[in-house]
């Protein structure tokens, strides 16, 4: 069964740093990738996705994201990471075509927590 | 246009109550699903919808949780006879496209079983 690993439970990282958010994956077949950020009491807000094409993807506020097929990996990346940043950020997979329906499997979640 | 909603936006129920969730997917969606959140956990799939297509109700946990939607409409939740580990927010999602690929959320219903 597919399964999404994000190593890190929770992360601090000062204002202004840069920020890096692992996730890795087991699948079997080709995986279109997603991240989401849930800030308090709000629901799941799309940050980006990756289907295919170029492995290194943009998303709203500022972030990025590398597919690596080698690795299993799709890190998410921000290069000066804001207060408002704060929140916790899932990783999902969904298997692409086939009869998922969409079905997004999630990791357990990174709260990531900034310092002024 | 509004984005999904979800109400109640917190419940709380006693041991043994019966539950109802409610769901208002973005218009013109054709995909709905529901998902749980438990502390400290990643969401969990529970039940799927797609038009008036049969349901995948592969991840209801037990027979105690049930869905409806009528149509491309609003959806409810029904846990029946809830138990403390109910405990969790539901959370809502709604898609345009079949395949559901770029799921928006609603704000969901968090559930507190005492």
């Known amino acids: 069964a597919q399964s999404v690993t994000q190593p890190d439970i929770h992360i601090t990282v000062s204002e202004g740093a840069s920020l890096e958010l692992r996730c890795n994956y087991s699948y079997g077949a080709t995986p279109y990738l997603f991240w989401y950020v849930q800030s308090p009491g709000q629901g799941l807000q799309l940050l980006l996705k990756?289907?295919?094409?170029?492995?290194l993807v943009q998303g709203i506020k500022g972030f990025e994201a590398e597919f690596k097929r080698s690795q299993s990996s799709f890190n998410l990346r921000k290069p000066s990471v804001h207060w408002s940043d704060a929140a916790e950020y899932f990783c999902a997979v969904v298997e692409a075509g086939g009869t998922s329906y969409g079905k997004l499997t999630f990791g357990q979640g990174t709260i990531l927590t900034v310092h002024p | 246009g509004a984005g999904v909603s979800q109400s109640p936006s917190n419940k709380v129920t006693e041991k043994g109550k019966d539950v109802e969730l409610r769901c208002d997917p973005i218009?013109?969606?054709?995909?709905l699903y529901w998902y749980r959140q438990r502390l400290g956990q990643g969401l969990e799939f529970l039940i799927y919808?797609?038009?008036?297509?049969?349901?995948?109700k592969s991840g209801l946990p037990s027979d105690r949780f049930s869905a409806e939607r009528t149509g491309e409409s609003v959806s409810t939740l029904t846990i029946q006879r809830t138990q403390q580990e109910d405990s969790a927010v539901y959370l809502c999602?709604?898609?345009?496209?079949?395949?559901?690929?770029?799921?928006?959320f609603g704000p969901g219903t968090r559930l507190t079983v005492t």
């Open positions: 999602a709604s898609s345009l496209r079949r395949q559901g690929y770029e799921q928006y």
């Open positions: 919808f797609q038009g008036n297509s049969a349901p995948d």
């Open positions: 218009s013109g969606h054709t995909a």
């Open positions: 990756y289907f295919s094409g170029d492995t």
